[in-house]
């Protein structure tokens, strides 16, 4: 028996297991079995018995057949706003490479602060920072802005998928990625999700979080954060290019070899700074993040930036598609049964019950909440689930309320590094194919756990501080 054989083997048993095991009276049997499905599916994406694109269509096609959902809910995954902004970001990095205008922007990095492989993962930090409150799309601003750059800055530097991905690109790839999840977490507009916090907190407890109020609480533990990441990931994806002592002289030289811009770079800076405006401005205009990217994914093909052939061959977009259009139907249905908020509810009370006073009892269910995300393949489904009934929990144990709003409306984007799937910015950098999904796992176990123990040691002193608590 094959080794995709003996995992196909064990992602049927447990699926099985779960299945035909007695279903709890709280929850219906027909919730009881999606969430077979859904760990099913998720086990399937660990160990690859097959692809996760047909694992995740496979998933999703038994559920229509076992009458769990009808087949438009099935198939509503694909038309979720989020993963079309997915498919544009691929796009756009295509025109970022195709045109050139990314290895113009990367030369141009390279020969300021180019010189190690810390200092570009501080210059992808800085970068992430400086437009993260202007940019309430972690997918537009991950996928869209910065990744079509750490790509194009990989390839300057020889660093491709497969044999020359350890070079530099994994290593940029995960800094892109863990730095775009840590800046979610600083402001009320870096992250889709967090306005929805605001909303819910307004509603379940009667408190009012301010922009000011967000960013001064997650001010000091984000940037501690934030200067951790391009460190930490020089221990887990250590590139061989550690120092770049000629950058400069390189980067000069492909510069002027590359001559002036040429008509498609012109094109394709204006449409880009047209777009981060856009996106930067949606609360007022009221355009979403998703039709700017289409609408910029248009411009394109009509300038002949990318071409319609360029469009269809994209395979990393069309992947993506498949197995986060399906996973993103099971999260969604997954929710919307139920189960979750149950599990979620049954925690909060056996918890409470234990008597180890708010803090101890704030910190179990923070954890549990940070944690749980691996069942969720968007931070908003999990915000819309979990995020009201954990801070009424919370407060009625004693846990100020303001804090406690402010803090789970954080740490609901902690978890975003945890899988390849996180949010949507996630598949992106994942289906730059420079990382394997088991480092990619380990990786943002690693990340994540140590935001979480900054948030809870450095962040709490600082809350006491400025009198959160």
């Known amino acids: 028996m094959s080794k995709k054989q003996r995992n196909a083997l064990v992602t049927l048993v447990i699926f099985a297991g779960l299945w035909f095991s007695p279903v709890p009276a709280e929850v219906t049997q027909e919730s009881w079995h999606l969430m077979a499905v859904f760990v099913a599916t998720v086990l399937g994406f660990i160990l690859q018995p097959l692809p996760i694109g047909a694992v995740a269509f496979i998933a999703v096609t038994f559920t229509t057949c076992a009458g769990l ?21 691929f ?133 501690v954060s934030l200067l951790l990441v391009p460190l930490l990931m020089m221990k887990l994806a250590k590139p061989e290019l550690v120092s770049i002592p000629n950058a400069r002289g390189l980067a000069e030289k492909e510069l002027a070899a590359m001559g002036p811009m040429s008509s498609g770079e012109k094109y394709l800076s204006v449409i880009f700074i047209v777009s981060l405006l856009l996106w930067a401005t949606s609360g007022f205009t009221g355009i979403g993040a998703t039709p ?8 394109m093909i009509i300038l002949n930036v990318i071409n319609w052939q360029d469009v269809i061959t994209e395979k990393g977009a069309w992947d ?18 139920g189960i979750i908020k149950w599990m979620a509810e049954g925690a909060g009370a056996a918890i409470s019950s234990i008597g180890l006073g708010w803090i101890g009892s704030a910190l179990i269910l923070l954890l549990f909440y940070t944690y749980v995300h691996y069942c969720f393949a968007s931070v908003t489904a999990r915000i819309s689930a979990l995020y009201a009934a954990f ?30 799937y996180g949010n949507g910015c996630a598949p992106i950098y994942f289906g730059g194919g420079y990382v394997s999904q088991g480092e990619w796992w380990r990786n943002g176990f690693v990340a994540t756990t140590c935001t979480t ?13 400025i009198g959160l608590w």
């Open 453 to 465: 123990l900054v948030y809870l040691t450095i962040g709490a002193a600082w809350w006491k501080m």
């Open 292 to 299: 700017v990217a289409m609408g910029a994914v248009c411009v």
């Open 91 to 223: 796009l756009y990095s295509r025109g970022f490479i195709k045109s050139g205008l990314g290895k113009r922007i990367a030369f141009g990095i390279i020969r300021v602060i180019g010189k190690s492989a810390l200092s570009l993962g501080y210059a992808i930090a800085l970068s992430e920072l400086v437009i993260a409150p202007a940019t309430p799309s972690a997918t537009a601003r991950g996928g869209g802005i910065m990744y079509p750059i750490v790509r194009s800055l990989a390839g300057a530097l020889g660093s491709e998928p497969g044999e020359t991905s350890r070079r530099i690109g994994a290593y940029l790839m995960q800094v892109g990625y863990h730095c775009d999840a840590v800046t979610c977490t600083m402001f009320v507009t870096s992250m889709a999700g967090n306005p929805l916090c605001v909303a819910l907190a307004a509603k379940a407890l009667d408190v009012e979080i301010t922009w000011m109020g967000w960013a001064s609480a997650a001010i000091v533990p984000g940037l």
């Open 391 to 420: 801070i009424a929990v919370c407060a009625t144990v004693g846990a100020p309320p303001l804090m406690t709003a402010i803090v789970f409306g954080i740490f609901a984007d902690v978890p975003i590094s945890l899988t390849h």
């Open 320 to 337: 993506a598609m498949f197995w986060m259009g399906s996973l993103m139907t099971l999260a969604s249905a997954l929710a919307k049964s």
């Open 69 to 89: 959902l009808k087949v438009s809910d099935a198939l509503s995954g694909y038309g979720n706003s989020t993963i079309w902004l997915i498919v544009c970001a």
